[in-house]
């Protein structure tokens, strides 16, 4: 089963992205509460996707995506923010993500990336 990294400095948004994962199969998970927080336990686990909020503490999301990519180029990671404006979207995408999913999240939409990503 895929290794799924969460990030995100809200706890009940680390939490809702993980109940509807195990909702849809997806059982293996890690937290990380920042960027800096996400680059140390991707080295360590090195988790099939990342699943990251943007603006955090820290290291913000886009940080630590670029760290993540020069550590990894194949590191699959999808960029989560409330604010879905397209500098931002477009930066994430340039620096490597995968996806972008605006908050509020519709589970549907997180299941459908992930799935589409994972395969």
Same mark, same amino acid.
């Given at each position: 089963?895929?290794?799924?990294?969460? &990030?995100?400095?809200?706890?009940?948004?680390?939490?809702?992205?993980?109940?509807?994962?195990?909702?849809?199969?997806?059982?293996?998970?890690?937290?990380?509460?920042?960027?800096?927080?996400?680059?140390?336990?991707?080295?360590?686990?090195?988790?099939?996707?990342?699943?990251?909020?943007?603006?955090?503490?820290?290291?913000?999301?886009?940080? +630590?995506?670029? +760290?993540?990519? $020069?550590?990894? $180029?194949?590191?699959?990671? &999808?960029?989560?923010? +409330?604010?879905?404006?397209? $500098?931002?979207?477009?930066?994430?995408?340039? $620096?490597? +993500?995968?996806?972008?999913? &605006?908050?509020?999240?519709?589970?549907?939409?997180?299941?459908?990336?992930?799935?589409?990503?994972?395969?």
């Amino acid at each position: 089963m895929a290794k799924i990294l969460i &990030v995100d400095d809200a706890a009940f948004m680390r939490m809702m992205v993980k109940d509807t994962l195990k909702k849809n199969g997806y059982t293996d998970f890690c937290e990380a509460p920042d960027g800096a927080e996400a680059l140390k336990l991707y080295q360590e686990i090195k988790p099939d996707l990342v699943l990251m909020d943007i603006t955090m503490p820290n290291m913000d999301g886009l940080e +630590a995506l670029k +760290a993540i990519k $020069s550590y990894d $180029s194949e590191a699959k990671v &999808v960029m989560c923010s +409330a604010m879905g404006q397209e $500098s931002m979207v477009i930066d994430a995408i340039k $620096s490597g +993500a995968k996806d972008f999913i &605006v908050k509020p999240f519709k589970p549907d939409r997180i299941i459908k990336t992930v799935s589409s990503i994972l395969g």
